[in-house]
């Protein structure tokens, strides 16, 4: 069974129109106002919620 016909590059592009990549959510940091992901402790000052703040640790160059 041969395709009768060519499928157009405008059909195979609308079927796998689904597959692109999702947009990123990113929610403010209440203490610092940067960007950060829901969820999940801030990269910057290290908050995650009014109980739990975490403490970085500065990354050594050598």
């Excluded at 016909?5 to 610092?32: D, E, F, I, M, Q």
């Excluded at 908050?47 to 160059?61: D, R």
């Amino acid at each position: 069974m041969l395709p009768k016909k060519k499928t157009s590059k405008n059909r195979t592009h609308t079927r796998r129109s689904h597959h692109r990549l999702g947009a990123v959510n990113y929610s403010v940091c209440p203490k610092c106002d940067h960007a950060k992901l829901p969820h999940a402790a801030c990269e910057n000052c290290g908050y995650v919620n009014p109980k739990i703040t975490l403490k970085l640790g500065k990354e050594k160059s050598s």
